[in-house]
């Protein structure tokens, strides 16, 4: 058997008993390997310091920039911020088991649709050292076997990391070969190729890079391919709102995302906010472009047609000025990426025209889009944020990494009688029992 | 514009500004669909009757089946029992607009997760005249504009029936365009390439069409290839409950994908079990196929590798002894189709671990395969049974054809003051409010 296929294959055994795991054991196994990572750190920056030292050649060589080797090195404080971060996975909410729907179909007919792990996970991620255990932690408390591939230049650094979680993990009693590493790119086509035993990718990077997942395989992938967001500021904004909103949209953390790339402003308010706009975003360094209406107003470079589709992921930002809420929707509906796209606003109905319209995973009144982040939106980690509608949409917690199973208890039942000319009719009544209930005997 | 890209953005302009139907208007669209149908029933019968004609002539060459043929042909009973199945759509509860997570993230700054449509949905279906009222008055009421191919032997009954329902929801207020009709093959070749602006895809037919269909696109596709159905009677069964469950569930209507294929025997009951359960299988014309160990205790042909995998749809079923349920879960996970899949015991320990064990949509506990089924579990209508596990599994309803979208509302809220080295904490509270009350502006 081909090696990436007997990895998937063990990973998929581990999956099926994976399913039942008891909350306990899992968020134990967690916490043993945070403390392993703690005991380990020596081993893990040595190991990191082979990978920093072959990427200075690289830099040096002008293969790779200052900001890729920065993102790819750890220190001391690095490493336990990542034994935290494993750590607080354990906090969270088992996802598994829950009773999302509950129905007695007739006597002693009882239907439970119960969440439940989607099976085998396909990771494949940039070269940053602390995605490896955050991903597999996620998997690991959703109850899903999860195989790695992380990008190379971290190759050593993952290899560590890898071997701590694996260990402490299946040492806690999750079944062995749950977590798998795969290195070379040829693995991953073929494991691109295995629709057949992967339920779900989920890819990390650049947009090139997602774009070329999703075009290269039949397995889903959640994820999303790029974040081009806007602020809409309409004739009823408060200025002093949309100014900050703007600045904050753009500025606080420009490779992002959720950071805005353009504005939207309604005509009437242009020529009193434009100037205003451009003098804060000048000042903290942003290279405004306009569209032919904006340079009346004020002295910009000119954007071109490119730009209304461009995600900068830098101090970059298109202007465009616009006759009203309606344009601002079809706007975003033609160029954005269905990502996060916000309105300021005093007017209610114009908000609601503008949230309802707007066709994207999450949508703002009053607020930065900086805001769209499953942490910031209370789910605790967040395992991507998905623009494609099936699945999972925005900022996705570990429900996206769940699925569910229907239950059906009978004494005996067949459907003969609920057929034919006269059928015996369903009660369909819901229940407030849940699965767990049913299960521990008690229901 | 090509013929086909034109329907689709038509219809992808009208899903925009279907989300917001109200609940009324779609019903109302529903009914007036419904009169309408029965109305020109007459000139439905007409159409049909040209198919009948045309495939009645393949039928006398020997190239379409008599069943064919009858699943083909409409009377006047069967154009109302249409009319009323679209009637009861408008009875369904609507699952758009639900709040499905509704949170304060800090004062003033709330947040929604609230139901909407998936936007353009493709339907791909055989000559049924039933399947074109039925898919498009299920995406009319989950608020989603639909692409319908129908088999080309129905042509003339689908052109009557899409106009009528075009005609008569547009009407009543439904965006024009929502609903559009294809009819060529190379029309649905186009149509699966068209992944920009499709975003979902529901097939019906056979597994050789879902499989094709699956492998020749990149939308997401909702349904399942096959169900290789098993029931698993245990060594606690209750023998009489076993073969009331094993009878329903391959003889009560063999050719639907819930059926039973496969009847699994823990070894120690198999002498009392197996000569009965052949002598009832043999008086209802059922094939029985056995296993080596099968065949030492009834006579009966013997079962090849190739019918573990099988799908009959027929009155065939094939038999294997087993050690006990581990094997049984065992042989389900590597032969079933992850669709329904029942185990027949008195005994609650083994119940739930197969039930655990058995990694299918629907798995049951003394009850039969047959009820794996949208309308008997109580979801109203079924667009499908999934055995993907992305999305949507088993019967799934109006449900399946929505996703979800993210309102946050603020009062002017920017990131900055939540990160950096002295975060502003969030609140992360649950509200009961929901984005209807905010929407009417009682929240």
């Known amino acids: ?6 990895k998937v294959r063990a990973a998929k055994e581990a999956a099926l008993r994976m399913g039942n795991l008891p909350t306990e054991l899992k968020n134990d196994a967690l916490r043993k390997a945070a403390t392993s990572m703690v005991e380990h750190r020596g081993e893990i920056l040595e190991a990191n310091r082979k990978d920093v030292t072959l990427a200075e050649r690289e830099l040096k060589r002008g293969k790779l920039s200052r900001a890729f080797v920065n993102r790819l090195k750890l220190d001391r404080s690095k490493v336990d911020g990542i034994a935290k971060m494993v750590e607080s996975v354990a906090e ?3 996802p598994v088991g829950k009773t999302l729907y509950a129905c007695k179909l007739d006597e002693g007919l009882e239907l439970y649709k119960v969440s439940c792990p989607i099976g085998v996970v ?19 408390k959703s109850g899903n076997a999860v195989i790695l591939k992380g990008g190379k230049e971290a190759a050593n650094s993952n290899e560590i990391l890898f071997r701590l ?10 079944p062995e070969g749950w977590i798998q590493l795969i290195g070379a790119r040829r693995e991953v086509m ?3 190729r295995l629709d057949e035993h992967v339920d779900l990718l989920v890819p ?19 994820g999303h391919a790029e974040g081009v967001c806007h602020v809409y500021v309409d004739e009823h904004a408060d200025l002093q709102k949309a100014l900050s909103i703007c ?22 308010i242009a020529g009193e906010f434009l100037p205003r706009l451009v003098e804060i975003y000048s000042k903290a360094g942003v290279e405004v472009r306009g569209c032919a ?9 000119r954007a071109t047609k490119q730009d209304w589709r461009a995600e900068y992921l830098d101090l970059v930002i298109s202007v465009k000025i616009v006759r009203d809420v309606d344009e601002a929707i079809e706007h975003i509906n033609e160029y954005g990426s269905k990502h996060t796209d916000a309105i300021v606003t005093e007017d209610r109905n114009t908000a609601m025209k503008f949230l309802e319209g707007v066709d994207s995973s999450s949508v703002m009144w009053n607020a930065s889009t900086r805001f769209s982040d499953g942490y910031r939106y209370g789910l605790g980690a967040e395992v991507g944020i998905s623009t494609g509608k099936i699945h999972a949409r925005g900022p996705v917690g570990l429900e996206g990494l769940t699925t569910s199973k229907y239950y059906l208890i009978g004494k005996g039942h067949v459907v003969a009688p609920y057929v034919g000319p006269s059928p015996k009719p369903f009660l369909h009544e819901l229940m407030r029992k849940t699965w767990n209930e049913v299960k521990g005997g008690t229901g």
């Open 190 to 192: 073929e494991l691109l």
């Open 92 to 94: 969270l909410e088992d």
């Open 122 to 140: 396909g990771a494949i991620f940039e070269a940053r050292p602390d995605v490896l255990p955050q991903i597999s932690s996620l998997c690991l």
């Open 247 to 268: 600045y904050d949209a753009k500025v606080q953390y420009p490779s992002v995302c959720n950071a805005a790339e353009k504005v939207l402003v309604h005509r009437s």
């Open 165 to 174: 979680m694996k260990d402490s993990t299946e040492d806690s009693g999750v």
């Open 1 to 6: 058997m081909r090696g990436v296929l007997k």
């Open 293 to 301: 209406r904006t340079r009346e107003i004020v002295k910009v470079k």
């Open 204 to 222: 990390r990077g650049g947009k090139e890079f997602i774009k070329f997942i999703q075009q290269n395989t039949r397995i889903p992938v959640l």
